[in-house]
Structure formats: C-alpha cells, structure tokens
Nanobody, 124 residues
Framework: QVHVAESGGGLVQAGGSLSLSCTVS????????MGWFRQGPGNEREFVAA????????MYADSVKGRFIISRDIAKNTLLLQMDSLKANDTAVYYC?????????????????WGQGTQVTVSS
C-alpha cells in the first residue's frame, strides 16, 4: 500500500546538475526516514544520502558530500536530491527508499519500500 516513484533522471555532462524527485504515498500514522541509493553498472547498490522523518538530520556518502543535497517536503510526501558537479562515476540507477523508522540510516537493509529507479548518466 506504499507507493514510491522517482523522476528526474537523464543524461548530463560532467560538471552539470540534475535534480531527482521521489513521491511517496504511505500510511498517515507512519513516520519514516527516507533515502537515496544508487547502483552503477556491474556494482553493488550503495548508499547516497538519507534524511530523517522531519528532514532535520541528513547523512551523505563521502563520495557525494558537498555536491549533493537531500531534502524533504513532508506535506507533499516528497524527497528531493539536488546533484551538482556531477562526475562520470555518478552514473547509476538511483533509487528512492523508505526506512522502517524515523531515524536517518545508511543501511540498505533498514529500508522497506523502494521505487523502481531512475537512470542518471553523466558523460565526460
């Protein structure tokens, strides 16, 4: 009954920017952190960024820190990922996910609802 949908992926030149959006429909009594993960060609799915239920606490992978910003719009049940200074190795399928609880976490296993993924390709 929880539906997750990403949008905003595409092709961009290295050094450019993209903004990803994730819309979630879930139970009103649930208070869940959310996060972004990515999986590049031939690679394991890895953590990118996460935000607490209220959005005040955020976490970032070292590889994207200072370049990506995660934010939430609670009223719209929307998660955003602003990606700047993109590099070729940012190329991946990006997934939006909903965590079990309200605390931001880097652990993939703490996320129980996932979107279908959106492709981000960065050309050099």
């Amino acid at each position: 009954q929880v539906h997750v949908a990403e949008s905003g992926g595409g092709l961009v030149q290295a050094g450019g920017s993209l903004s990803l959006s994730c819309t979630v429909s879930r139970r009103t009594a649930s208070n869940n952190a959310m996060g972004w993960f990515r999986q590049g060609p031939g690679n394991e799915r890895e953590f990118v960024a996460a935000a607490s239920w209220r959005g005040g606490d955020t976490m970032y992978a070292d590889s994207v820190k200072g370049r990506f910003i995660i934010s939430r719009d609670i009223a719209k049940n929307t998660l955003l990922l602003q990606m700047d200074s993109l590099k070729a190795n940012d190329t991946a399928v990006y997934y939006c996910a909903v965590a079990r609880g309200p605390i931001a976490t880097t652990n993939l296993n703490n996320y129980i609802y996932w979107g279908q993924g959106t492709q981000v390709t960065v050309s050099s």
